[in-house]
């Protein structure tokens, strides 16, 4: 009767497998939930500081538009034309940096199976 321990352990060997396989399928979907929800944080908090932002350079600039208009109104506007290209280059500069160190995704779930490979091709 060898071929029934043959049998059971090729069942046991084919039951942790899977149970391996559903353990990282729980991890991918865990890190897929939370980098979904950071995303949608993110992107709500990004959105209304653009908004409020975006107000009140747009109000500075009219009312320094306006405190110069008699004087030196194509001197402000110039000026302030220049410094929102500049800061709007910086911004855009830290943007493409920031993407460019963000981690990769499903890092964990990655790593977790080469390490299981590692362990079953070492056996």
């Known amino acids: 009767m060898p071929n029934e321990g043959l049998i059971a352990s090729i069942q046991n060997l084919a ?22 929800q950071h ?11 653009i908004f409020c932002l975006c107000m009140g350079v ?11 208009w008699d004087t ?12 929102f290209l500049a800061v709007g280059s910086a911004f855009w500069v830290m943007t493409l940096n920031t993407l460019k160190r963000m981690p990769k995704m499903f890092e964990a779930s990655l790593a977790e199976l080469l390490r299981d490979r590692q362990h079953f091709v070492n056996k």
């Open 15 to 36: 039951g942790t497998l899977i149970s391996i396989f559903q353990t990282r399928l729980e991890l991918v979907r865990v890190e897929i939930e939370e980098g979904r």
């Open 39 to 49: 995303l949608i944080r993110l992107l709500a908090v990004a959105l209304f500081s």
């Open 58 to 68: 747009f109000l500075l600039t009219i009312l320094l538009i306006v405190l110069f």
């Open 72 to 83: 030196h109104r194509v001197l402000v506007i110039g000026l302030m034309t220049v410094a």
